[in-house]
């Protein structure tokens, strides 16, 4: 508050705004969190009757325990888990080193490879060259199709590549040659453990792309038991109900008529859950591994 008299008309004004856009801004966006989550836990006469504003009204656990006894919720979820965490592992590895062939001066070629990855940003195949691609290479029905396609994105390397030329300097490598360090080893040893802010980064934006999917699982995916969690999400919510027959609770079972509203909001919040437990860990990296790896192209 000191700095706070000492500053000009001007200055207080615009503190003033920015915060109070900034107050604006935040009540907006969690708003609908915090409405969503109070429906989770209300029953589904107070979510009909409006009174569910901001707190739980009439709180019941039924929508949670119709979402935990239901096998094809269990079942998409487990395949998200799946297919995110192979798919962010893949997505990292390869995103990674190649940032770092890149950001070398000494490798053949490194500007055209780059030219090459930027091009694929404003100019790609469409939905059908892109079926007929999977399919020849037999993937199709299977995890390698929801992974595979996107395993490097050409916006995350180029922040990648970015922030090991800006951070890491050119005579670090010198010295670990002179000390008879290989290639791999400095890579490694050196360049991913300093890399740990951006890497931070880019495994929730990866982590998050491959949890939200939606689009590529339902083009590539045949096998209802390979679904993922979006998909499961879209049906339930496009049909407004589960069906009686894959829920496990013979009580529950008899209740799905009056429950599929609140069943609605609990699966939505058991969709969010994973992103929202992961983010806290890696929120210190996550500005710094931006701002750092956006310094200059």
Known sequence: MRKFRNYGWDDKLFY?????????????????????????????DAIFSGKVVLWPVDIT?????????????????????????????????????????????????????????TFTMFFGG??????????SLGFLDKIWAIIIPGAISAYNL??????????????????AVMDGCSDIKYYVRIVLPLSKPVASVLVLFYAVGHWNSYFNPMIYLNTRSK??????LKEILISNQIDPSTVTDPELQMRLASLAISIQYALIIVTLVPVIAIYPFIQKHFTKGIMLGSIKG
């Open 16 to 44: 003033i705004v920015s915060y109070f856009l900034t107050c604006v801004i935040f009540v907006v966006v969690l708003y609908p969190f915090l409405f969503v989550l109070s429906a989770s836990f209300s029953s589904a």
């Open 61 to 117: 656990l039924d929508g949670y325990k119709t979402v935990l006894h239901n096998t094809n919720i269990l079942t998409g979820f487990l395949n998200s888990v799946l297919y995110t965490v192979t798919g962010t592992m893949i997505n990292l590895v390869m995103t990674m080193t190649a940032a770092y062939c890149l950001s070398r001066d000494d490798v053949p070629g490194a500007r055209i490879i780059l030219f090459l990855f």
């Open 126 to 135: 469409n939905m059908i060259t892109n079926y007929m691609l999977i399919r």
């Open 158 to 175: 180029i922040i990648a590549r970015t922030f090991i030329q800006s951070n890491i300097p050119r005579d670090l490598f010198e010295a």
């Open 227 to 232: 679904f993922s969690m979006p998909l499961i």
